[in-house]
């Protein structure tokens, strides 16, 4: 059969405008609304300037950067939220009508809080085993504090993430005084030499920067979750697989039962880690927080940089990195919060609600062991 030219005419335009149409819906590079592009976040609730001017619903192209952090589509081994149960597992039946009642599990932005008898470890341990993970602690021993690092890692090896890869980073400047301590297989311990200082809020605040460069330098690709603990604390209770999350928070243990206008926060304005009063949902822990790598890298990173700009400014926080940890996690609000299991005080006697104490700081003078009042 003859085709005339008219046909074929039709034909190729046919076959040029659906290549086009293909083409522009299979690029990587579609147009998308600006508010969905990956954003840091500085902490402060306010959008960072961008270049190219006002914000709003402008169309922008996505950075071929922005895509690569996203997982494969077929990779769901290594999700934070993808849980695998080995099959045939046996473990007591869970209820959707009772619970615990007494304490609250689940924060207004569905976070779920850990108490004990909310979680099945042995389920958890089961899930997490098939994943494969690392799990990093930080942990600082400076001046006199390296008195408190024998118990703290000989009572880690018992309870924290027992039968995990660990690895213990310690940061000290008494690399001589570091304990030896037997550690399971797949558990290590690394020291890291740092300087002394004659101020312990120095020292405190400057673990944020330490820690960032741990997390850029030596952690990265290698790591799944991270914790950053204080050294004058030990474990008493199992410390595991319930309590990883994308960011994790611990409830202090000392107001946890009051009304937000006692937590000490930093209420300075000018501060970059003021929290305005009626504003608050739970006050955290310096002392233990923690998930996944990025997202403490974001954290930390954050942080350190306020505390910097204060420093400028000649501000210093009520409660140095508290105080920025707090800010941070009002905005940032965390994927899972530790009850004050995860980080009692020895001195402080024992609620109700509290039926297992995990980790908890040792009753200290301060006055004997901080290098300045
Ligand atoms: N720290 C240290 N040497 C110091 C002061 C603080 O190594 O001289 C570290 C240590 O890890 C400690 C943490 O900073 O656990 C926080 O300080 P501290 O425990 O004194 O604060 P608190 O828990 O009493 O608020
Ligand atoms: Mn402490």
Same mark, same amino acid.
Not at 71 to 95: C, G, M
Not at 161 to 178: A, L, P, Q
Not at 210 to 233: A, G, M, N, P, W
């Given at each position: 059969?003859? !085709? ?22 299979? /690029? ?19 959008? $960072? ?43 007591? /039946? ?13 924060? +207004? ?6 108490? #004990? ?6 389920? !958890? ?26 118990? &703290? ?41 740092? $300087? ?13 920067? !330490? ?51 006692? &937590? $000490? *926060?930093?209420?300075?304005? #000018? ?10 949902? &739970? *006050?955290?822990?310096?002392?233990? &927080? ?29 409660? /140095? ?30 609620? +109700? ?21």
């Amino acid at each position: 059969m003859q !085709l005339n030219s008219k046909t074929v005419t039709g034909v190729l335009l046919t076959v040029l405008i659906l290549g086009v149409l293909y083409w522009y819906l299979f /690029q990587p590079f579609r147009l998308v609304p600006e508010r969905t592009q990956l954003a840091p976040d500085n902490g402060l609730g306010v959008a $960072p300037p961008r270049a190219g001017g006002a914000l709003g619903n402008r169309l922008v192209r996505l950075c071929p950067e922005a895509l690569c952090r996203c997982a494969p589509l077929d990779n769901l081994s290594n999700s934070d939220f993808h849980l695998v149960a080995p099959d045939h597992l046996l473990y007591k /039946q869970p209820s959707i009508v009772q619970g615990r009642t007494d304490v609250v599990t689940v924060t +207004p932005w569905l976070a779920p809080v850990i108490w #004990e008898g909310t979680f099945n470890p042995l389920l !958890l341990d089961s899930i997490y085993k098939l994943k494969n993970i690392t799990i990093a602690a930080t942990v600082f021993a400076v001046g006199k504090y390296i008195r408190f690092l024998k118990d &703290f890692l000989v009572t880690a090896e018992k309870h924290f993430f027992t039968g995990f890869g660990v690895h213990i980073y310690v940061f000290t400047d008494r690399v001589d005084e570091v304990p030896h301590v037997q550690m399971a297989p797949g558990r290590q311990l690394m020291v890291i030499s740092v $300087p002394s200082s004659n101020r312990w809020q120095e020292i405190s605040a400057r673990r944020m920067e !330490l820690v960032r460069t741990l997390i850029e330098e030596k952690l990265r690709d290698h790591v799944d979750y991270i914790f950053c603990l204080d050294v004058d604390s030990q474990f008493h209770g199992r410390w595991g697989t319930e309590s990883l999350g994308g960011l994790v928070a611990v409830i202090h243990p000392g107001y946890y039962r009051d009304d937000r206008s006692k &937590f $000490p *926060y930093e209420r300075r304005p #000018e501060s970059r880690a003021y929290v305005a009063p009626g504003e608050g949902d &739970f *006050y955290y822990c310096g002392g233990a &927080f923690g998930g996944l790598l990025q997202e403490v890298h974001q954290l930390v990173k954050i942080c350190h940089s306020n505390f910097l700009d204060d420093a400028k400014n000649n501000i210093e926080a009520a409660w /140095q990195e508290e105080s920025h940890l707090n800010r941070y996690m009002w905005i940032n609000k965390p994927s899972k919060v530790l009850s004050p299991e995860y980080l009692w005080q020895d001195f402080k006697p024992i609620n +109700p609600e509290v039926r297992i104490i995990r980790f908890s700081g040792v009753t200290k003078n301060y006055a004997e062991i901080r290098p300045n009042a």
